[in-house]
């Protein structure tokens, strides 16, 4: 990646970051350089892509699938004119692609295609006429052979000038015309500042649909841990009570029931943790603060929890879909419980913040920092919630800290 970056910078340099910046540079450095060859790459490709498209103008319900796979092509050529490649769109299926205005613009770009791919064969045919005329010429110099109708040497040498001339100028049409295909391909298949916002809203709601379908599932878990285990281990622990009565009237005093009651005892002792964990685990999944009240007291409930010092500011930023409260909820958490158990933090800070459009949190310690997703699968998990947001996770935590950790969504709506 690094020497790939650095001969970008060359380019720049040299001022030859595309075809048409080459074209305007040093002809001796053109001439020399790769941009004739990447040209006469991308010609041929054309060149051959267009008896088939030919065949398909004639075939006009395959037209648009030939339009699509031409288009796929064609995104990526484009680098060899020093464009970047075009970025495609999700395809809808069925008669909803139907509605797709980037078809449409593939299909045109494809019948323009037949007019440059036949351009294309015409450049090659006329490249390799000059081509052979001047070596043909050299040759019967060179050997002697005899002509039918001998020339005269100024003819030989006009023609001769000609062709090495019209062999000089084809890299700079063959550029040219390179040049202008992947400009005409840039502007018809790029996606639309409008197709890309549509595109960012269609993600965004699938992955609101996709949290609540998470959260649903989620909720059956932390109804059939409460209704189920948790009333069981509950049941379990006031049962080991009573065992505890009834050891002590039916067992005599001494080193008999002394043992019993101690096994007792750890049994019930390990029931009762167990319940505990039950409970912890019951309210990670989702605290009944953040259902009744909403992610600023849900916060605020996390950081009376913690045990070090933490100052939560969330004032302001009222409610939101359930979803987004409980996967920046799991970040925070998440963030907390990491500082606690491997920075040892004096001070812990969380801000929830509103500004404009976007939903902004930041969890911040004077710990000993160096949080690394390398470290373990919390940050991993922190940044998968906040891709599921559309938002970004920025995680700056160097060693020795203090570690800042900001989620950055959009606000949804």
Known sequence: MASLTGMSALRRLLGMSNAWSALRGSPFRFLTSRWPWRSLAYTLVHAVLWVPALAAVSLPLLFPFWAAFLARIERRMVRLAGFEAIPGEPRRRGLARLQQPMLWREVAFALVQVVTGLLSIVFLAVAGAMSAIWMVVAFAVLTGIEWQQ????????????????????????????????????????????????????????????????FEGERQRIERDLHDGTQQHLATAAMRLGMLELELR?????????????????AVRRETELALDTLRDIVHGLRPR???????????????????????????????LPLPVESSLYYIASEAVTNAVKHAYPERIRIELAAPGDRIVMTITDDGLGGASSARGTGIVGMYERATMLSGDLLVDSPPGGPTRIVADIPRPR
């Open 150 to 213: 001998r020339p005269e040497p100024h003819e030989l040498v006009l023609v001769t000038l000609a062709s090495l001339a019209a062999t000089v100028a084809l890299p700079y049409v063959s550029t040219l015309l390179t040049y202008g295909q992947s400009f005409l391909a840039t502007t018809l298949l790029s996606p639309r500042v409008e197709e890309l916002q549509s595109q960012v809203t269609s993600l965004a709601r699938a992955n609101i649909a996709e949290l609540d379908r």
């Open 249 to 265: 009237e039916s067992i005599p005093a001494g080193p008999a029931q002394t043992a019993a009651l101690e096994s007792l005892e």
């Open 289 to 319: 603060t953040l259902i009744d009240d909403g992610l600023g007291a849900a916060l605020r409930e996390l950081g009376h929890r913690m045990p070090v010092s933490a100052t939560v500011e969330a004032d302001g930023v009222g409610r």
